[in-house]
């Protein structure tokens, strides 16, 4: 996997002295606005489209699958971060699959330990964060090159990014597969007639093809006001 499109904006390869402009030397807003808009990791990269398309059948599975990528993706991020200068570079990435694992391993327990049923319907898909190219990507890209406080902000927002478009897909998938969300009635089977195409893998595809032309009208418009 290439990670030329995963590297950080320009002007934000290093966070300075956090005194003068905000939030690491004012470049806080600019990584977490790139990392969770203009370059989504899912809507403009489409990377992640595994467990996008596999889980997010129903609302509860996105949120708790964005949940476990935002703690997988923050906490190795962090500690990848603190651990750059100390890592030799011919195990680096051996180390950062292994501090990723252990991130995916906890809260892969936590969820068979106290939501058992939702670590039955997630399935595979949470030990897989492991290989996750979002994950290993900015660990890659950014972390490993940047000061703690920026790597989170950077990990954070990708994390969310992806969080987002889940959960956006899966409140379409299950309001017009099922009529719910959140296992609330929403569309009355008396007059809505359950869509079924929405809960098998082609109604992920359908939904997510329109959120990328979305995307993509949304930046083709901010290309065309400059």
């Given at each position: 996997?290439?990670?030329?499109?995963?590297?950080?904006?320009?002007?934000?390869?290093?966070?300075?002295?956090?005194?003068?402009?905000?939030?690491?030397?004012?470049?806080g807003?600019?990584?977490f606005?790139?990392s969770?808009?203009?370059?989504?990791?899912?809507?403009v990269?489409?990377?992640?489209i595994?467990p996008?398309?596999?889980?997010?059948?129903?609302?509860?599975?996105?949120l708790?699958?964005g949940v476990?990528?935002?703690?997988?993706?923050v906490?190795?991020?962090?500690?990848l971060?603190?651990?750059?200068?100390?890592?030799?570079?011919?195990?680096r990435?051996i180390?950062?699959?292994?501090?990723?694992?252990?991130?995916?391993i906890?809260?892969?327990?936590f969820?068979?330990?106290?939501y058992?049923?939702?670590?039955?319907?997630?399935?595979?898909?949470?030990?897989?964060?492991?290989?996750?190219?979002?994950?290993?990507?900015?660990?890659?890209?950014?972390?490993m090159?940047?000061?703690?406080?920026?790597?989170?902000?950077?990990?954070?927002?990708?994390?969310?990014?992806?969080a987002?478009?889940l959960?956006?897909?899966g409140t379409?998938?299950?309001?017009?597969?099922?009529?719910?969300?959140?296992?609330f009635?929403?569309?009355?089977?008396?007059?809505?007639?359950?869509?079924?195409?929405?809960?098998?893998?082609?109604g992920?595809?359908?939904?997510?093809?329109f959120?990328?032309?979305?995307?993509?009208w949304?930046q083709?418009?901010?290309v065309?006001?400059?």
């Amino acid at each position: 996997m290439s990670t030329a499109n995963l590297e950080s904006p320009a002007g934000a390869a290093s966070c300075g002295p956090c005194q003068h402009h905000g939030f690491c030397d004012g470049k806080g807003l600019a990584v977490f606005k790139e990392s969770s808009w203009t370059s989504n990791a899912v809507a403009v990269q489409t990377l992640g489209i595994c467990p996008t398309l596999a889980v997010t059948t129903r609302l509860e599975n996105s949120l708790v699958m964005g949940v476990a990528m935002i703690f997988v993706c923050v906490g190795s991020s962090f500690m990848l971060s603190l651990l750059r200068h100390t890592t030799p570079r011919r195990i680096r990435l051996i180390a950062s699959v292994a501090v990723i694992a252990t991130f995916v391993i906890l809260i892969d327990q936590f969820l068979k330990a106290f939501y058992w049923e939702m670590s039955r319907q997630l399935g595979p898909y949470v030990g897989l964060i492991i290989t996750n190219c979002i994950v290993l990507g900015r660990a890659e890209a950014f972390a490993m090159q940047n000061k703690p406080q920026l790597a989170v902000v950077d990990a954070a927002a990708a994390a969310i990014g992806f969080a987002g478009i889940l959960a956006v897909v899966g409140t379409v998938r299950e309001l017009l597969g099922e009529g719910t969300v959140l296992g609330f009635t929403v569309l009355d089977p008396q007059w809505y007639t359950k869509n079924l195409v929405m809960v098998l893998a082609p109604g992920a595809f359908v939904v997510m093809g329109f959120l990328i032309a979305f995307f993509n009208w949304v930046q083709a418009r901010n290309v065309d006001k400059r």
